[in-house]
């Protein structure tokens, strides 16, 4: 009982009456071209594109619609960052490819695209006991006097959240856009009926 009270288990019960939210921040995207690139013709085609070799083996590419940057890598491999959905960044390699080619840069075959992880922001509307969730779960990694977040690792859907007491979220290691609203409801569930959630 002492245990209990010392984590608020006993206490607030009353739930959150709003629904959680979740939107994309940022979505990370690995693209295989299969053939080399000539990082140098590049850098003297493309207005805007950043080559520093000997501090960085890429050659940045940033375009504003939609609002990207890509690393482009003389192997022909790329990443993509910056885009808000899966949709995006199709559309940001398909714009890079034309613009490489309408340039005169050899374009061989087809870009083969892989979401590597798919950031998010989420909000749970309602506060969080931290102490009485770390407590409860498993997974769970909270060192408050290091990082003021619980860290909970989900095993379905594949992702790491972590949970602040203000209700605020953070989504990571997504594969898939619809893996984030499952995982802040899933999260969302857990935590109302572990009843840590105050509205």
Known sequence: MAVAKSLGIEGRTESPSKKPSAEIQNVVASVIMNQTFDLDAILRSVSGA????????????????????????????????????????????????????????????????????????????????????AFLLDDVMYEPEQFPGLIYRMGDPKVVLLIFSSGKMVCTGAKHEDEVKVAAEKIYQKLNALGVLYA
Request: hydrophobic share 40%; charged share 25%; net charge positive.
């Open 50 to 133: 950043e080559y520093s070799p000997e501090k960085f083996p890429g050659l940045v590419y940033r375009i504003s619609k939609p609002r990207t940057a890509t690393l482009i890598f003389s192997t022909g491999k790329m990443v993509c960052t910056g885009a808000k959905s899966v949709k995006e960044v199709h559309a940001a390699v398909k714009k890079i490819v034309a613009n490489l080619k309408e340039r005169n840069i050899v374009i061989i075959g087809t870009p083969e695209i892989t979401i590597q992880n798919i950031v998010a922001s989420a909000n749970l509307y309602a506060e969080v006991n931290l102490e009485k969730a």
